[in-house]
């Protein structure tokens, strides 16, 4: 079983930074990877980022391309995403996600939220403007 808890989430205006984190438990993750989506109001579940914990490899959405970075502590058990220059339209609830059991074919579907076997109960970020 695996837990995953994010924080860091909040108020801020338009052009803020904020880190968001996410905690993980249970089992070990040398052969995974972790993903960042988020969802607003009304709209489906988006990708944001991935990252696998033992490489390092990172993938972004080209929506916050640029604005968000994806990092890992694996001593910690923890993942991040720094979001920079966010906007009203980054309002959501924004969640992580663990895939256990990394393969080739599972690498190619960490885009989706299908592609992920656990998920946290998400933070909200709110961006006024």
């Known amino acids: 079983q695996v837990q995953l808890a994010e924080s860091g989430g909040g108020l801020v205006q338009a052009g803020d930074s904020l880190r968001l984190s996410c905690a993980a438990s249970?089992?070990?993750?040398?052969?995974?990877?972790m993903g960042w989506f988020r969802q607003a109001p009304g709209k489906e579940r988006e990708f944001l980022a991935r990252?696998?914990?033992?490489?390092?490899?990172?993938y972004y959405a080209d929506s916050v391309k640029g604005r968000f970075t994806i990092s890992r502590d694996n001593a910690k058990n923890t993942v991040y995403l720094q979001m920079n220059g966010l906007k009203p339209e980054d309002t959501a609830v924004y969640y992580c996600?663990?895939?256990?059991?990394?393969?080739?074919?599972?690498?190619?579907?960490?885009?989706?939220?299908?592609?992920?076997?656990?998920w946290g109960q998400g933070t909200q970020v709110t961006v006024s403007s």
């Open positions: 996600a663990a895939k256990l059991q990394l393969t080739v074919a599972a690498l190619a579907r960490l885009t989706l939220a299908t592609g992920y076997d656990y």
């Open positions: 249970g089992r070990t993750f040398s052969s995974s990877a």
């Open positions: 990252i696998t914990w033992s490489g390092g490899s990172t």
